[in-house]
């Protein structure tokens, strides 16, 4: 034994070599290495000069050195080295709870694989190649500093034992350069970290700074499957965790892949990741921090990425997610976190998730793709990109963006049934929702480029935003819904969509209905901007309904209008809808309908305009406006049905038609149980010499009360032609202003007489209830005057009779003519003996000349005479009629009289017609009337003091 003794001495004093390749285990205790520890009796070797450590031992290729026991503890002071055939010293931390140190360099393999192991290197140590950190619950600590030159620790450093920790506390670098990998010489080793054991963790200390340099080796190797020597960092143990605490940074050049179920990467607030391209001899395509499964069987599920802290990728660096369907893969950026990158992906083969919380920053070159079908993006962080791409591979997708985004490119919603929600952000290019039954909702936001819902099915639901830009609803069976929002440029809802505001508060410029239809439910207020329409239904067949119940209001600006200019574009107002219009309501497409329906309102706040050829406006409900302008064009030209129920209030005027085409006709229907009131003119046609059309107005039925007295059947032109057809209903001109005309051919100088000369006045039925009249009137169907108008007293007289002169007398070389026929009636007021209604048919007190003016009374015409009670018993007198000319067909005896509604005959009463020098007819009687009929009559008569009747 002393013998032995002395060599050792000698040995470890000269540092000599061992004469073969060895295995030296270490003992623990008081520094015993044991040769071969199968035979306990052979070489035993202790350690006296050096403490603690094995200090300058030389071997040969393939030297082995061992913990061999429980909880021992090992330090290595000093370099090992080996020769030259291409095998290393390895260092193997095997033992239970054994400890190894390395503060030296090791050329050679290193690896920690027993259970609850720790290993750690120190100072300025270092390995050639391999590291492994392989027991379970095994330690390996880095506290060494990198060397620029030779590379520090090695590649391929592995953590693979069950929840073993690798764990770095200063600045080290993983570096290849110049190491040859032993298996195959020629060819250099890549540099990575793969996290491989279940429930394994990498974690990069406070004041950690890890360098994996570039990778010169085998990183072309199909993406597919992962590959060892294919990424800088593989996280691919299950619930393997990779940790950047906070004050730590890590560099790469490479991709870092996120591979195993439940394993997660996390960027700590206060760590910096830099992601570099890998520009070696074998670039990776795609480098950045991937999900992916890691080989082409294996699908990983719940994998995460958390990014808190700063991300400064290089101009190909990506944030991908990728190989995986399953659910719960996902790459979280939290609300501290700063990332520059390339672009985020989830591929076509991936489900996952993206989700940006607010008060992230993220700059991304190429913007953010979504492929998978089902992934999900949820984005409230701040946002400097090119686009944002939900590409038709990701059907079923859901995307939201927050309210602090702000996005510099265009965004494309293309998948299928995906759904993407807009709460606010800028948004500078264009955003369009592609996919077929995709739904875009926009809450917020301010967008300066144009916005498209062009997908088949489409749904894009606005209910807020300033939107400067132009909006587009495109998509066959797309449908819009607008409940809020500011847009100051147009809205186009093409053919084939639905346009719906609902409950809108909204600012437009102007909405396009260009074929589709649009709907406004709810409360709905559309302001105008400037100068512009608030709505324009222009598209072939488009159709605008105000939805029973609604309550709108358009334009409330008075410059902007609504307009209905498409080809048989149709607006409905349906019954209980309650709409206010700012300006005009104009019907101008060719064949364009409009129809207020029972029960609906229409406030107008300047013009009604019809001017489509053959369009058609038909009102049931309430309506008022200010003017209304017909420029009928066609054959049928416009035509505007009142209805039974309906009541039109007209404040300013009546301007009829004003078309400028010859052929222009314009039709005005008034019909039973309608109200229309016109406040001030009522021209029929006309507007301007040299427009020659016609305009028409049908009454056969209804009210028509013309308030301010002037009913003029052309105005401004001597070639229009106006005609009036009354056959029903009550046609009431209240004529009595010092200015009014009552009915009229047209202003002074323009029309000369009615008769195939631009104005007619066609009496075949109904009441006709004015003071004034200066056109030629003939009363010979069965129609009713009311003389002096309705319950009240007054004078039927010419125009000129008050004192203005007549516009027609001097053209027309003669007097106008009234004329009653035998199945026509006039009705006289009649109050007390002085006061009654009279006919006052004469150009003043010239009853001489070519200008006389004649009466014509038929045979069987009849005279009503509505007495008030309190006149009964008495004889009255009454001079009814007073004229230049009264002529009666037949006799005076031949005319019919009604007192109260009662035959007056000799039989019953005591009466006299009589005419006077041909200018007077006065009515004589005193009610006598037989026994058999007192009693009825005085009943009549006491009625009569409450309101008077009429036949």
């Known amino acids: ?64 050195i061992f913990t061999a026991y429980s909880f021992s ?106 190491i040859l990998n032993p298996r195959t010489p020629t060819r250099a080793l890549s540099s990575n970290i793969t996290n491989s054991g279940e429930g394994s963790e990498v974690i990069l200390r406070d004041g950690s700074h890890v360098t994996i340099a570039k990778n010169l080796g085998n990183s072309s190797a199909t993406q597919g499957a992962v590959n060892p020597n294919s990424a800088a960092i593989q996280n691919i143990g299950v619930n393997a965790k990779f940790t950047m605490e906070s004050g730590s940074a890590l ?53 995460s990425v958390h990014i808190h802290g700063t991300v400064l990728g290089s101009a190909m660096s990506n944030l991908v997610i990728r190989d995986s369907s399953l659910d719960g893969n996902i790459i979280n950026i939290g609300s501290s976190a700063k990332v520059t990158a390339n672009r ?210 358009l334009g409330n600006e008075a410059q902007n209008s609504v307009i209905s200019n498409g080809q048989n574009s149709a607006i409905i107002f349906q019954e209980n809808s309650q709409t206010t219009i700012g300006n005009y309501l104009n019907f101008s497409g060719s064949g364009s309908s409009g129809h207020i329906m029972a029960g609906a309102t229409v406030t107008i706040g300047r013009r009604l305009q019809i001017s489509g050829n053959n369009a058609v406006v038909t009102v049931s409900g309430k309506l008022s406006f200010t003017d209304l302008e017909l420029t009928g064009n066609g054959v049928t030209g416009q035509q505007l049905y009142f209805k039974d129920g309906s009541t039109t209030t007209i404040s300013g005027h009546f301007f009829g038609n004003r078309s400028n085409t010859a052929d222009g006709i314009a039709t005005v229907f008034v019909g039973s149980g309608s109200l229309v009131t016109a406040q001030s ?34 105005m401004n032109s001597s070639v229009a032609t106006g005609i009036y057809n009354l056959s029903g209903g009550i046609l009431k001109v209240d004529s009595t202003a010092g200015s009014s005309l009552g009915i009229t051919y ?48 007054g004078t039927f007289q010419l125009a000129t009779n008050s004192g203005h002169a007549s516009s027609f007398n001097n053209a027309i070389g003669g007097g106008l003519v009234y004329t009653q026929g035998s199945l026509a009636s006039a009705i006289f007021d009649v109050d007390s003996a002085t006061s009654y209604d009279k006919i006052n048919w004469h150009n003043g007190s010239a009853y001489t000349g070519s200008d006389k003016s004649t009466v014509i009374l038929h045979a069987g015409t009849t005279f009503e005479l509505n007495v008030a009670a309190d006149l009964f018993g008495q004889i009255l007198t009454l001079e009814l009629v007073n004229a230049d000319v009264i002529t009666i067909v037949g006799s005076a005896t031949d005319l019919i009289l009604y007192v109260n509604g009662i035959l007056v005959d000799n039989a019953t009463w005591d009466y006299d017609i009589s005419q006077t020098d041909q200018h007077t007819l006065s009515v004589t009687f005193t009610v006598v009337p037989e026994p058999a009929l007192s009693a009825g009559l005085l009943g009549l008569l006491a009625l009569m003091a409450a309101a008077r009747r009429r036949r």
């Open 344 to 553: 985020m992906e989830i591929t076509a083969t991936a489900k996952g998730t993206f989700d940006i919380a607010q008060g992230a920053q993220l700059t991304l070159s190429s913007g953010i793709l979504i492929q998978g079908a089902g992934s999900t993006l949820s984005f409230n962080g701040i946002l400097n990109t090119g686009n944002i791409t939900i590409s038709a591979a990701a059907v079923g997708s859901t995307v939201t963006i927050g309210s602090h985004s702000q996005i510099g490119g265009f965004i494309d919603h293309n998948a299928a049934s995906s759904k993407m929600t807009i709460h606010g952000g800028v948004y500078t290019n264009t955003i369009r929702n592609n996919g077929a039954g995709a739904s875009l909702h926009i809450t917020g936001g301010s967008y300066s480029g144009a916005l498209s819902n062009s997908g088949a099915g489409a749904l894009m639901t606005i209910s807020g935003g300033e939107f400067n830009t132009t909006f587009t609803n495109s998509g066959a069976g797309a449908q819009l819904i607008i409940k809020g929002g500011t847009f100051l440029q147009a809205i186009n809802n093409n053919a084939g969509t639905a346009l719906l505001f609902e409950n809108a508060q909204a600012t437009v410029a102007t909405v396009y209905n260009r074929g589709g239809s649009t709907v406004f439910d709810g409360t709905n207020t559309l302001t105008g901007t400037g100068t512009v329409n608030v709505f324009e239904n222009n598209g072939a067949n488009a159709l605008v309904i105000f939805a029973s119940g609604s309550k709108n209001t």
């Open 746 to 793: 047209g202003n002074s100088g323009r029309r000369v007489d009615g008769a195939g000369s631009g104005g007619e006045f066609n009496w075949t039925a109904g009441t006709l209830a004015t003071s004034r009249i200066d056109i030629h009137l003939a009363n010979t169907g069965s129609g009713k005057l009311a003389v002096g108008g309705i319950d009240t007293v």
């Open 681 to 714: 003119n009522f021209i029929v046609a006309g507007n301007d010499d040299g427009r020659t059309h016609t305009g028409i107005i049908n009454q056969s039925g209804g009210t028509l009360h013309l308030a301010q007295g002037n009913l003029r059947l052309t």
């Open 73 to 178: 503890s090992l330090t290595i002071a000093q370099s090992l080295s080996f020769g030259t055939s291409g095998d290393s010293i390895q260092v193997i931390n095997n033992a239970r709870s054994a400890q190894l140190t390395i503060a030296a360099y090791i050329q050679g393999p290193v690896t920690t694989s027993g259970i609850n192991s720790h290993m750690y290197f120190v100072g300025n140590a270092n390995s050639a190649w391999e590291i492994v950190n392989a027991g379970e619950n095994a330690t390996l600590s880095i506290y060494s500093t990198g060397d620029a030159v030779t590379g520090i620790l090695a590649t391929n450093m592995q953590n693979r034992g069950k929840n073993s920790l690798l764990e770095f506390y200063s600045t080290v670098k993983i570096d290849s350069k110049d």
């Open 1 to 64: 034994m002393s013998k032995k003794f002395l060599l050792i001495l000698v040995c470890f004093g000269l540092s000599c070599a061992l004469s073969h390749a060895a295995t030296i285990y270490y003992a623990g205790g008081d520094h015993t290495y044991i040769a071969d520890p199968s035979n306990p009796e052979g070489d035993i070797w202790t350690d006296t000069a050096g403490g603690a450590a094995i200090a300058g031992l030389r071997a040969e290729e393939g030297t082995q």
């Open 251 to 303: 560099t790469v050049h490479d991709q870092i892949q996120v591979c195993g179920t439940g394993s997660s990467f996390i960027v700590s607030t206060g760590s910096t990741l830099n992601l570099i391209w890998n520009e070696g001899d074998n670039p990776t395509a795609s480098p950045g921090i991937f999900i992916r499964k890691p080989n082409s069987s294996t699908e990983i599920q719940s994998a």
